[in-house]
C-alpha cells in the first residue's frame, strides 16, 4: 500500500518562506517521479514541480522558477518543497503525487492523468 502523506502548510505573509514535506512509504521509489501540485478555490489542479527520484532531475511551472525548490531525501523517503518569495497567488492546498512509470521527458511531468497516487494535501495561505 503506497502512501503519501503531505505536511508544513500555514498562514504566511506576503514575502515568507514554507517547506513542505512529502513521506511516502509502501514500496522502492527510486523508479518514481515525484510531484507536487496545488489546487485555489474554483481553479483546476496545477503542476507545481517535479522530482525524478533515480537522478535528482527536477522541472517546475514558469510562476514559481526561481521561488520554490523541490529536492528528495533517499534515507527519509521524503520529498520537499521549499517555498521561498510567497506571493498571495501561491495559495492553495498542495498536493503530493506519484508516477511509478514516469515519462524520459521532465516537462511531461507536468500531467495530471500520469500520477497513480495523491496525498490528502496541505493548506497554503499567503495573505496580508
Known amino acids: 500500500q503506497v502512501t503519501l502523506a503531505e505536511s508544513g502548510g500555514g498562514s504566511v505573509l506576503p514575502g515568507d518562506s514554507l517547506r513542505l514535506s512529502c513521506a511516502l512509504s509502501g514500496r522502492t521509489f527510486s523508479r518514481y517521479v515525484v510531484s507536487w501540485f496545488r489546487q485555489a478555490p474554483g481553479k483546476e489542479r496545477e503542476f507545481v514541480a517535479a522530482?525524478?527520484?533515480?537522478?535528482?532531475?527536477?522541472y517546475y511551472v514558469d510562476s514559481v522558477k526561481g521561488r520554490f525548490t523541490i529536492s528528495r531525501d533517499n534515507a527519509k523517503n521524503t520529498v520537499y518543497l521549499q517555498m521561498n518569495s510567497l506571493k498571495p497567488e501561491d495559495t492553495a492546498v498542495y498536493y503530493c503525487?506519484?508516477?511509478?512509470?514516469?515519462?524520459?521527458?521532465?516537462?511531461?511531468?507536468?500531467?495530471?492523468?500520469?500520477?497513480?497516487?495523491w496525498g490528502r494535501g496541505t493548506q497554503v495561505t499567503v495573505s496580508s
Open positions: 503525487a506519484a508516477d511509478g512509470a514516469p515519462p524520459q521527458t521532465m516537462r511531461l511531468t507536468k500531467l495530471v492523468e500520469n500520477y497513480d497516487y
Open positions: 522530482i525524478r527520484w533515480s537522478d535528482g532531475s527536477t
